[in-house]
């Protein structure tokens, strides 16, 4: 069976691209992308009033030959997207920035709802030279869970479920 291009598209599994650690004067940053993360089934379900949410889940350890890796940083970034239909604009929710953005494109929406963009990992003071380290890093849709048992009118809510791999960049520092 052939598969035009745009089902060809929804039917990849989303993933973790173009990680990107560097520093600033200060800090350890992360940058990174989903791709693959929406489907024509989640766009139009958001335009009718139903919010997503995507959980970036990052772990930062020191890695240690002789014993357990040390943990040194685990935070979850939540970014949420939801459409005013009156308005005809996005609003997309940073939780690592507590502010939102509003944008009237599609495409801006869906390009800032998958990027991680200058996440401040951790102070540089705390990180030791030449020691090893490894960043970890997943993103999840959220089920957001619909009033007054909605769900069970909008079936297709289910398939939004998704769950990237862990993605893991070791380095030294």
């Known amino acids: ?71 040194l940083f685990e935070e979850t970034i939540n970014h949420t997207l939801r459409y005013d239909a009156v308005k005809q604009t996005y609003q997309i929710d940073f939780s690592e920035k507590n502010r939102s953005q509003l944008t009237r494109s599609v495409e801006t929406a869906k390009q800032l709802m998958s990027d991680l963009n200058g996440i401040q990992i951790i102070a540089l003071k705390k990180l030791h030279p030449d020691a090893r380290y490894a960043l970890q890093i997943k993103a999840t849709l959220v089920e957001n869970t619909l009033p007054l048992g909605i769900h069970y009118l909008l079936p297709f809510t289910s398939l939004w479920n998704f769950e990237t791999d862990w993605r893991t960049v070791e380095f030294r520092y």
């Open 1 to 71: 069976m052939l598969l035009s291009p745009v089902q060809a598209a929804e039917d990849k599994d989303p993933t973790i691209e173009e990680i990107v650690l560097t520093t600033s004067s200060s800090e350890l940053l992360l940058f990174a992308t989903v791709e693959n993360s929406f489907t024509d089934t989640m766009l139009e379900g958001v335009r009718n009033g139903i919010p997503i949410t995507f959980r970036f889940t990052i772990i930062l350890d020191k890695i240690r030959s002789a014993w357990f890796d040390l943990s």
